[in-house]
Nanobody, 126 residues
Framework: VQLVESGGGSVQSGGSRRLSCAAS????????MGWFRQAPGKEREGIAT???????RYADSVKGRFTISRGNAENTLYLQMNSLRFEDTAMYYC?????????????????????WGQGTQVTVSS
């Protein structure tokens, strides 16, 4: 399974951006999916997850500003980012679990994802 992110780029503070993640090489729906980000010099941060039933969870740092969703097409994932801030600047990664594996009660940082994308850079200018 390959996950490919797109939609990154430069945006001014207060602006919006929509990231996409497309999975290939898998013919059935994936399980729990999520978004992570990592800024230079910082640890990777889990920011949002969505399970197959559509239940979502968010990190406090993005709650109310970001929205995770699954697309109508199989194995697509989105992250709508609004009211972007300078501190949102990071490489953003999508991740997924195999079919049958939900998000469970893991913390956003601890979900044992099976597949990862290569990342897409988001740069917010102040």
């Amino acid at each position: 399974v390959q996950l490919v992110e797109s939609g990154g780029g430069s945006v001014q503070s207060g602006g919006s951006r929509r990231l996409s993640c497309a999975a290939s090489g898998y013919t059935v729906s994936l399980g729990c999916m999520g978004w992570f980000r990592q800024a230079p010099g910082k640890e990777r941060e889990g920011i949002a997850t969505i399970d197959i039933a559509g239940t979502t969870r968010y990190a406090d740092s993005v709650k109310g500003r970001f929205t995770i969703s699954r697309g109508n097409a199989e194995n697509t994932l989105y992250l709508q980012m609004n009211s972007l801030r300078f501190e949102d600047t990071a490489m953003y990664y999508c991740a997924a679990r195999r079919i049958g594996y939900g998000c469970g009660s893991y913390s956003l940082q601890s979900v044992p994802f099976d597949y990862w994308g290569q990342g897409t850079q988001v740069t917010v200018s102040s």
